[in-house]
């Protein structure tokens, strides 16, 4: 599968050692420039994430971002424009985001076929070891059996759809991320967007028995609709 079918398919693509190791150190020295204004994620625009924070890039450094990523994501959305850079920031005890994803999925459904329908992200891991659970772009709620664990490394860039469902997973080190819109003009979006939160569905919990003709036992024993074979 090919890099662009496996975008339009799997709703990412990851674009593996992207940019070198002393570029990737220089980012990194980046986000821990003492000017740097940090703010908490929040999700829904109430709950606020401790663990995460948040960092717009210089608007000097947001220019030069841009013009070097630009060969990065127009290979995937040709008329797309980066813009908004902002380092990611996960302290040590960080849990799994919520799903989420970055836009709104479009009601066209000609239209939400094309990648470029959506506004999109770039996301270069600027650490080795960091997680992104992936749960698929064509949904309206996230299935934990079908979710696809994404790991990047130091250099890796991740380029999905704007309305890819997805979640940061929990961390036990800091790690530092930066991440910039890939606005297309297809999709018009607000200066400063909330993620769209998913719901995600536990369908994972149950345990099938095998001395069971109908329903499921779940863990610990209890069982639910369950008559014994005879």
Not at 12 to 34: F, G, H, Q, R, T
Not at 75 to 93: C, D, E, M, N, V
Not at 138 to 163: C, F, Q, T, W, Y
Not at 177 to 205: A, K, N, S
Request: charged share 25%; hydrophobic share 35%.
């Amino acid at each position: 599968m090919n890099a662009k079918r496996r975008l339009k398919t799997r709703g990412y693509v990851v674009l593996y050692d992207a940019i070198p190791d002393p570029m990737s150190e220089c980012l990194l020295a980046m986000s821990k420039n003492e000017q740097n204004f940090w703010i908490h994620e929040t999700w829904d625009g109430v709950v606020q994430d401790d663990y995460r924070v948040r960092a717009f890039a210089a608007n000097n450094d947001a220019e030069i971002l841009s013009e070097y990523f630009e060969r990065h994501y127009r290979t995937f959305f040709p008329l797309a424009t980066s813009t908004q850079w902002r380092f990611l920031k996960a302290s040590s005890g960080a849990k799994d985001q919520p799903v989420r994803r970055e836009f709104a999925t479009t009601r066209d459904g000609v239209v939400t076929a094309n990648v470029c329908a959506v506004s999109g992200s770039i996301t270069i891991a600027l650490q080795d070891r960091t997680y992104v659970y992936g749960y698929g772009w064509n949904i309206h709620v996230a299935m934990r059996s079908n979710h696809r664990i994404i790991e990047l490394n130091k250099g890796d860039v991740l380029l999905p759809r704007g309305d890819f469902a997805f979640s940061f997973a929990g961390s036990t080190s800091t790690s530092v991320c930066i991440q910039g819109h890939v606005d297309t003009p297809l999709y018009h979006r607000t200066t400063f967007p909330e993620p769209e939160m998913v719901d995600l569905v536990d369908d994972m919990c149950d345990i099938d028995d095998l001395f069971c003709l109908y329903g499921t036992v779940r863990p610990g024993g209890v069982t639910t609709k369950c008559f014994e074979s005879t």
